[in-house]
């Protein structure tokens, strides 16, 4: 086993438009300060945080073969990043549409292209031996889904690695049916990283600290919690809950701060520190990326208290 992570999920280019609360009128144009065009999708973004610690890192995931692939494996070409991105061929990659405006939270319009089809027959044994092995993306998988998550997390287990889930917002909703899918699943898993949105919807209950202590005992998994603004919480399995507020910032941008938490939580984690220290180290970065520029975030390192 390897002491890095694998990440299997969703890689695509992520248009950004700023400054748009909602669409013009049929007919009619609108400018906006900027649209921009970025690596994009939960794995992938997830992988770049990683690599970018200098943490090795495995990056699994399906597009298609389009010229869309040629500016990922670009944005991809980072030291400590293997990118194995398997290419469907006849099929477009994935693409989403984020809308991003001051004061509300981002809003995806997304295009599954080839990763609709990725199953767990993609991951060959290599792939899973490493310290971590992480699905993200998880509701924009139809092929990586119930059954086929519980096959990907047991072969991970049983080749002695971590597993890691971070689900994302089911398009149809938190309905009984998905709420109980990913019950399920986190049988197989050892780390969920949901945000708090995500948790409530999953557990049909407001108050984070209560729904993150009652799911993590009734799993058996650490669950870690994405507040936003508010920082992050832990539950584990013992009852126990911890949390750690976020410092006040100017936020320049938003996109891939989730993804940056879960980063700098498990490297930290892998690099000794105590989940409650990892906890803060994954607080702490987040909150530096949302108050830097996409383009200078390379620039940014894991508090070094939690440096080993």
């Known amino acids: 086993m390897t002491d890095g992570i694998t990440i299997i999920g969703n890689t695509n280019i992520d248009v950004v438009v700023a400054d748009t609360r909602d669409l013009p009128e049929p007919g009619t144009e609108r400018v906006v300060s900027s649209v921009s065009l970025r690596l994009g999708g939960s794995a ?6 990683c690599a970018g610690l200098d943490f090795p890192t495995t990056l699994v995931s399906r597009v298609g073969d389009d010229t869309s692939v040629m500016v990922l494996e670009a944005e991809l070409r980072l ?11 006849g099929e477009p990659s994935g693409i989403t549409i984020a809308v991003e405006a001051p004061g509300r939270d981002r809003a995806f319009i997304s295009s599954l292209g080839a990763m609709a089809s990725m199953t767990p027959d993609d991951i060959t044994e290599d792939m899973l031996s490493s310290r971590y092995v992480a699905l993200a993306g998880y509701f924009l998988l139809p092929g990586m889904r119930g059954p086929a998550s519980a096959e990907l997390f047991g072969r991970a287990g049983l080749s002695g690695a971590r597993t890691v ?6 398009p ?7 709420r109980q899918e990913v019950l399920s699943a986190l049988a197989l898993v050892d780390i969920f990283l949901p ?7 999953l557990m049909d209950d407001g108050n984070t600290e209560r729904a ?3 799911l993590s005992v009734t799993t058996n998994t650490l669950v870690a919690v994405k507040m936003g ?7 584990s399995p013992d009852g126990g809950w911890s949390a750690q507020p976020a410092a006040r910032v100017d936020v320049v941008d938003s996109t891939g701060a989730g993804d940056g938490f879960n980063a700098a939580f498990l490297v930290s984690a892998a690099r000794g520190a105590v989940w409650p220290d990892a906890l803060a180290s994954g607080v702490g970065y987040a909150t530096e990326m949302v108050a830097t520029a996409p383009e ?9 208290a939690t440096l080993s």
Request: no cysteine.
């Open 44 to 49: 992938g973004n997830f992988a770049v945080r």
């Open 79 to 89: 030291p400590s990043l293997q990118a194995r991105l398997l290419r469907t061929a």
């Open 165 to 170: 889930l971070d689900t994302g917002w089911p």
């Open 172 to 178: 149809e909703g938190w309905t009984p049916a998905t």
């Open 195 to 201: 945000n708090d949105d995500e948790l409530h919807g």
């Open 212 to 214: 993150a202590r009652r």
């Open 229 to 235: 603004a508010r920082g992050a919480g832990l539950a």
């Open 296 to 304: 200078r975030r390379a620039a940014v390192v894991l508090p070094t």
